[in-house]
């Protein structure tokens, strides 16, 4: 046997242990003929569509007046539109245990139900960027905040993926908030629950977890984890789903860096949690916690 047939031999019993799917548990997706599947691209350029039609001049064209911004705006609209529906539809597919057949029509709903939130997002966008501004006292102006700021960035993706998760679409809103946290280093689940005028200062490190809910005017600083304790086990071993889990944050909490909350424990309203405190029990309105107490 020649080196070569003994590579192609090894390779070809190396693909033949590979294929055994009874082996893979959960690692293999099998696709359906005629199911889509979810586009890392596309879902780029969704990002992209949302950021130019949320803050039109600072994302997509910047030559916008107010004589070509709805023509700009609509045209977006028309191409985010097109894309939200086939990416929908790619998430209601990759659910198992969804129904066979088409769910274009259904997707086309979701994704017009999502733009017509989109004022609303904007809206919500808009004091989550004033509590940027007036957080930070290196702020020059409103612009340098949308332009430059992670938690904007962070925060655009997950305030659509949310909308997207809403209406339970699979993989989707996860791979959107994913994107967000590479770009950002910012780990904010798409299942969250997060009021207005929301900022994070610097960002790097943070984990907001699925079940988390957080209230008006809360401001976190980098490396905060907003995290679960030990998952209860059902009868099989396995842990319990959809629970809450995460902690709550009332409004006008403050979460200085590094600090870790655990758990479905609740910090009570103007609440401040100094930086690198590990947390889980409930805290008090207005009561402070320091690293020495």
Known sequence: MTA??????RIAATAERMSDTSLMK???????????????????????????????????????????????IGTALEQLFALLTSQVEAGLCFDATSSAGSRHDEAAEI???????????????????EAAYLGDPAAQNYGEVISCY????????????????????????RILTEMAHS???IDIHPGAQIGEQFTIDHGTGVVIGATCVIGTGVKLYQGVTLGAKSFPLDDQGNPVKN???????????????NATILGRVTIGRQ???????????DVAPGEKVTKDQ
């Open 243 to 257: 629970i809450p889990r995460h902690p709550i944050l009332e409004d006008g909490v403050i979460v200085y860096s």
């Open 150 to 173: 992670p938690v904007i960035k962070a925060l655009t993706c997950y305030r659509v993926a949310h909308e997207l998760y809403q209406h339970h679409v699979q993989l989707i809103p």
């Open 111 to 129: 994704a017009a139900a999502v733009i017509d939130r989109l004022p609303q997002v904007r809206r919500t966008l808009a004091t989550d960027v």
């Open 183 to 185: 770009e950002t280093g």
């Open 4 to 9: 070569t047939e003994n590579y192609v031999q």
């Open 26 to 72: 959960g690692l293999f997706h099998q696709h359906r003929h005629g199911d889509p599947l979810p586009s890392a691209p596309a879902l780029q350029e969704i990002v992209a569509l949302c950021r130019a039609v949320l803050f039109p001049g600072y994302y997509g064209r910047s030559a916008l007046h107010n004589v070509t911004i709805r023509y700009h």
């Open 271 to 281: 609440a401040v949690i100094g930086a690198n405190v590990w947390l889980t029990r």
